[in-house]
């Protein structure tokens, strides 16, 4: 199924993705060349970050899948793009992995 999917509506823009309406099955998540810093009052463009952010994704959801987790990846684009069943229950985890504190980070924990 690897190929170049066709997105319909945008439904959600944040800071790292883009998301579309494929169906009502399936979104596609497409992952930007973007970062940000200080509370997003500064974004650069970084290129090659979106196929870095959606190749660990998909290393997780099939590293997931392996183990009997049933996930919402369908395929890859083999770039930024991920398509993905929609209709799921999201479990809220967020991680952020950095070598060093920064930004607010450091207001809430000061050294």
């Known amino acids: ?6 997105g319909g509506e945008l439904i959600y823009e944040g800071k790292a993705k ?9 979104l596609i998540m497409e992952f930007k ?3 940000t810093a200080f509370d997003g009052a500064r974004k650069e463009r970084a290129p090659g970050k ?6 660990q ?11 009997g987790i049933r996930n919402h990846l369908v395929d890859w ?13 999201m479990i809220p985890i967020e991680v952020i992995v950095r070598n060093y504190a920064y930004g607010s980070f ?3 924990m000061p050294l």
């Open 77 to 89: 684009d083999g770039d930024r793009k991920i398509l993905v069943r929609g209709g799921l229950r």
């Open 106 to 108: 450091l207001k809430r």
């Open 57 to 67: 994704t998909v290393f997780l959801m099939r590293l997931l899948g392996k183990y």
């Open 33 to 35: 060349d973007e970062v």
């Open 18 to 26: 883009r998301v579309y309406r494929v169906n009502d099955e399936l």
């Open 1 to 6: 199924m690897v190929g170049n999917w066709v």
């Open 50 to 55: 979106g196929r870095l952010a959606a190749a």
